[in-house]
């Protein structure tokens, strides 16, 4: 599913949901021109400082990020179900430190890792990822942490250099506990190493070395076996029956997930009994899309879907308006569920639909208004878009499995626990994801751009199960 998973560059994770590193790769050249320099990232508040509950800032950390307290709600225990962010007891009452110490643990802290992508030729693409993590531990910090231990995110910044990421996931293996939240479009270079490690990795993949490594267990999982696709034929066979399409075009920005996530919808469209009628492979750089946009509308193309970053997506969508087009169904992708999304192509986001497999803050659930909550707290101004949600997810399924390790968590103890999750919901966070086994969600919701905003219009209520 597509959720399942400027002037800038690359990036579109798949949010698609995506897998990726098949197909042509990053030139060295371009790999070099992300260098924008080096370190850690401490992030949260929108001038890279730390934020508190209260939105006041933190004196900011060298390499740790230290969620800080304020909040009023708990967890539940995972287990094969998952866990939700319910509750007013939440786990800190349910055990105290342990008094056995293990790799990112201390009788009075628990150290977290992230390596995601802040600067670079898309500076700060992977800061909402940051974002969500940090805002959900600083939720279940306020009640003490898990079993009496605070929870510290320790960050580290890739710079869209594959070798960086490898490079800082090994330094925080042997740190920290768990990796969660990560928000990279090189994160294949840290596949190899959290495998090798032995260490949990909840976070958002984005190519396939990472989709395949058997320790990530992401929120929005990806089957990785060849032509399972993108997972995204059930909710383009819904678009299909509502608005009878007819031909389908893939339009991507021509890098490696790009490359491979247009192959993966392919099948999808195929699946859905969708005719892909044309594939539009740009240049990361490009901005002017009024070409593609006439040949669509020449072709009688009725639904697009995209392998892009917003401010692409907002170039597209403002071409289709210049040539006075407007497909059936624009179907951006995931990624586009921003606000960022709706400023940048203001009139010409209307209309736009997508399929999720997570609930927004536009519902008003109890799981995501925490999420909300939360979010605007630690990182105030801050957009809460695709990656700042699951990012939280990330966190929620961590913190059920930290809860179920018991008091004297472990590296492993944390791998067998995700192990486990095969049907996790997170309280409605979620309509039902299998991370352990890397089954691509079956649960979605249609959102579509209606007067400049996000309105949920299918089903009425929660997910529709396919």
Known sequence: MPFRRSVTLLVVLAVLSATAACGSRLSDEERALAISGVGQTTGGGTDGTDVAADGSELAPAETTTTAAAGGTTGGTTGGTTGGSTGGTTGGAAACVPGKATSTGVTPTEIKVGNVSQISGLVPGFGQTGVNGAKAYFNMINTQGGVCGRKLTLVTADDRFQSATNRSETEKLSGQVIAFVGSTSVVDDGGAPVIDAKGVADISLTTTSPRTKAKNNFSPNPIDPTEGAGNGSHNILGYFKGKYGLKKAAIFYQDVATG???????????????IPVVAKYPVAPTA??????????????????????????????????????????????????????????????????????????PETGGTAISQFKTWYQRSAPGADADFFAIL??????????????????????????????????????LVGGTNPAQKKQPKCWHILEVKGGKWVKTYPAKGFQCS
């Open 259 to 273: 490359v491979n996530q247009s192959k993966n919808y392919a099948i999808d469209f195929e699946k859905a009994g």
């Open 287 to 360: 901005t002017n899309f009024r070409s593609q946009a006439t040949d669509m509308k020449e072709k009688g193309v009725d639904i697009v879907i995209t392998i892009a970053e917003i401010g692409a997506i907002s170039n597209l969508a403002r071409a289709f308006e210049d040539v006075d087009y407007f497909p059936k169904v624009p179907f951006y992708g995931a990624q586009s569920y921003s606000q960022k999304f709706l400023k940048t192509a203001g009139s010409a986001a209307e209309g736009t639909k997508i399929g999720l497999i997570f609930d927004v």
């Open 391 to 428: 990012s939280w997810v990330a966190a929620d399924m961590f913190v059920n499995a930290l809860r179920a390790a018991g008091p004297d968590p472990t590296q492993a103890k944390i791998l067998a626990e995700m192990r486990k999750v095969t049907n996790y919901t997170g309280g409605g």
